[in-house]
């Protein structure tokens, strides 16, 4: 993956999705690897390894809050457009997969998401790079949820 330029868009696409394929779900030993190669990450090393992250699973930020704050703060010093790209693929993660529910109720999804970002607010402190990830993931599991709530008052009008 280090081999091919960035640049190359649907190479580093299907290499992602081929690593998430063959590892996911990501146990200790995959984290222990990408936090081996956090440690001494370039920035396009950075970049390569929040592609993989795009596709970790909507747990994964919940799961492995640790590494999602270390990686965060790795990418911090190279500025706030770098740090935006790397909180939206993590986002993309947690909010990836099945949504279903009945309508004008809200889905168990949501109400994790709002659950489990909650939790983390409450226990990472408020400059971390982190914060903004948990926060956005609260907020839209927040705007879903009143929704469907939403939804359910004009069926039941």
Known sequence: MKSRPLDNYRFHHLAAELFATMFYPFDD??????QEWLNIATLNDIRIISGILKKAGSDFVFTQRSFVAGFLEKVKPYGKKQLDSNISDLYGA?????????????????????RESEKALHEIQRFSAAYRLYEDIYKDAEEEIKRSLQEREKLDN
């Open 29 to 34: 030993e995959i984290i222990k690897f990408l």
């Open 94 to 114: 947690a909010i990836s997969g099945s949504w279903s529910g009945t309508l004008g109720e809200p889905s168990e999804k949501h109400l994790r998401l709002k």
